[in-house]
């Protein structure tokens, strides 16, 4: 059994964030994130790119964390890297700094499945709200994802419906490119809504059964609902874009709740928790909590452990570490990975 006070090198490199956390406990000292900016221009995440900042980014964003966690190099026991899913050329780079890191310093090495993080983000210490307790359902929201989750305990976790296209978050950025926002659209999308009438406009829903979730048709939807109006308008985007969003916004937010809402009638689990960055969106949040009044137990993410962070991956790492789930120096980085 581990000690309770491990102190872990957390590393997230999966897609364009480079972070890095230093864990204690179940206690975040730091965790230090650097936002690749390069991308917003070209509408999405360039691999190529990305790969190539992380690389002049992890040492100095590993350093900083180190600092401001107030700690010396020879006090970290363990060092825990996200393995994947993500962009291969993204993830090697964490991947190698972690393994250099591990063997140089003769500690162990910890690989971490990059949405079950998401998840276990939940476990860390903060004053200012609870922790779920098993067994609870997860609603995981990110830009390559979008899953119900069943969690059992640290490292039992089950799917229970999964997107069939597109993910939640990409439905976000997608909508938004065609509202001629910057990447990544989705906190635009957002802030906007918060000054739009959500009812103004109709876009189709999904029919499909069971939990699994389909955003395909609605990209679908929204594009030709506006193809259609600019041939009446030309300025019909910059008009209408606050109503746009707040349309679009609440759309996507009744597809997820309405499949969670499914989840719970299923199982019989009225423990729900956020995660992903996907769950940094008010409306979600606000729909969600809302299940309050109906008995519903809520749990939601802080700000800064919603989207890509090291402090999950850390925290991650400490649940295999006390379970014994250690990695070798042979361990790949995998862009798709299994649950
Ligand atoms: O988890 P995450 O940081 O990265 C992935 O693992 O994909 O999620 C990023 C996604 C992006 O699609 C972004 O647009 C979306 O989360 N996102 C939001 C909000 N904040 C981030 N979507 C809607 N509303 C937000 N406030
Ligand atoms: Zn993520």
Redesign the pocket.
Same mark, same amino acid.
Do not use: L, R
């Given at each position: 059994m581990a000690e309770n006070n491990t102190i872990i090198l957390g590393i997230e490199s999966?897609?364009d964030?480079t972070s890095a956390a230093i864990l204690q406990g179940t206690k975040i000292l730091s965790n230090f994130t650097s936002t690749q900016l390069i991308h917003e221009k070209y509408g999405g995440v360039v691999p190529e790119l990305a790969s190539r900042s992380h690389q002049e980014n992890i040492l100095p964003v590993v350093e900083t964390a180190i600092n401001q966690a107030g700690i010396g190099l020879k006090d970290i026991q363990a060092v825990a890297f996200t393995q994947g899913p993500g962009l291969l050329g993204s993830l090697v780079v964490g991947a190698s700094f972690a393994k250099s890191f591990a063997l140089a310093r003769n500690i162990p090495l910890l690989a971490v499945h990059?949405m079950k993080a998401?998840i276990l983000a939940h476990f860390i210490d903060d004053a200012s709200s609870e922790k779920p307790t098993f067994p609870f359902l997860c609603l995981t929201v990110? =830009? +390559?994802?979008t899953q119900i989750v069943l969690v059992e305990s640290h490292l039992k976790m089950t799917i229970l419906g999964k997107t069939i296209d597109d993910a939640a978050?990409?439905a976000?950025?997608k909508a938004a490119k065609m509202l001629g926002f910057s990447y990544?659209?989705?906190?635009l999308?957002?802030k906007f809504a918060a000054q739009g009438n959500p009812d103004s406009f109709t876009f189709s829903k999904p029919k499909i059964k069971g939990l699994d979730f389909s955003f395909s048709g609605l990209k679908t939807s929204i594009l030709y609902s506006i193809r259609d109006a600019k041939k009446e308008n030309i300025n019909f985007v910059e008009e209408n874009r606050f109503d746009l969003c707040a349309s679009i916004q609440k759309t996507i937010v009744s597809i997820l709740m309405q499949k969670l809402e499914l989840a719970v009638k299923e199982t019989g689990i009225q423990r729900v928790a956020l995660a =992903? +960055?996907?769950s940094?969106?008010?409306e979600l949040r606000k729909e969600l909590c809302k299940k309050e009044s109906i008995g519903w137990k809520v749990y939601i993410p802080k700000f800064e452990y919603?989207?890509?962070n090291a402090a999950m991956i850390a925290i991650t790492g400490k649940f295999l570490y006390d379970a014994g789930i250690f990695s070798s120096q042979d361990v790949a980085a995998k862009a798709r990975m299994d649950w």
């Open positions: 999966s897609c964030d990059h998401h990110s =830009g +390559g994802h978050g990409e976000f950025d990544p659209g989705g906190p999308i957002d =992903g +960055g996907v940094a969106n008010s919603c989207t890509d």
